[in-house]
């Protein structure tokens, strides 16, 4: 097969692609049944409702399913760290065309600049991304620490956050270095 100039990405992109056999495109049915997702607005009921909380999502600059969060509370002499994760299996029910079609990718393929999403974009970049001020389904890890990070217990929820930050590596780290923070400081109040 001939796709295109050596030399160019996309050319070499779907070389990979078809050597390795990977799916880049999604069928009617399973756009249909991830369409059909994005009319399913969170609710909290059955689920632990953390929409009060702090909690951020932290990735690439052009990251665009972001699909775990974090936060940190103090409980006492201990602190809570919560590590939430997308509940896409909310969506995706079991024999399902997505189902079907999610594991026959079996993951996400992730160039530098580009990405064969696992699931369509109405799911994997729409209701089963974490973007900051939307309520998502999520499963939730909530582990007790103590003073020195030992664990000292694990729960874990279905649940429903809200993310109030669209954290970006690049910036955390130059929150941590110290380094022209004050461009940042509005965005990461909520951290401060």
């Given amino acids: 097969a001939v796709f295109g100039p050596s030399a160019g990405l996309d050319a070499n992109y779907s070389a990979i692609l078809h050597e390795c056999g990977i799916?880049?495109?999604?069928?009617?049915e399973v756009i249909a049944e991830a369409d059909k997702c994005?009319?399913?607005?969170?609710?909290?009921?059955?689920?632990?409702?953390?929409?009060?909380?702090?909690?951020i999502t932290i990735d690439g600059e052009d990251a665009k399913d972001l699909d775990d969060a974090i936060s940190v509370e103090k409980d006492g002499k201990d602190y809570i760290l919560g590590v939430h994760i997308a509940d896409v299996s909310h969506y995706v029910s079991e024999g399902s065309a997505l189902d079907k079609e999610a594991f026959e990718r079996g993951t996400s393929v992730y160039f530098t600049d580009k990405v064969v999403p696992m699931l369509p974009k109405a799911l994997s970049n729409g209701i089963c991304s974490l973007n900051s001020g939307s309520d998502r389904y999520t499963l939730s890890a909530l582990i007790k620490l103590d003073d020195n990070g030992e664990i000292k217990g694990v729960k874990l929820k279905k649940s429903v956050i809200?993310?109030?930050?669209?954290?970006?590596?690049?910036?955390?780290?130059?929150?941590?270095?110290?380094?022209?923070?004050?461009?940042?400081?509005?965005?990461?109040?909520g951290l401060y």
Avoid: H, M, W
Wanted: glycine content about 6%.
């Fill in 23 to 28: 799916r880049t495109e999604f069928d009617r």
């Fill in 38 to 55: 994005k009319e399913d607005i969170p609710q909290a009921t059955g689920r632990l409702d953390l929409r009060d909380k702090f909690i």
């Fill in 162 to 189: 809200n993310s109030k930050i669209r954290g970006v590596y690049s910036e955390i780290n130059r929150l941590i270095d110290g380094v022209d923070c004050d461009e940042l400081s509005e965005k990461y109040a």
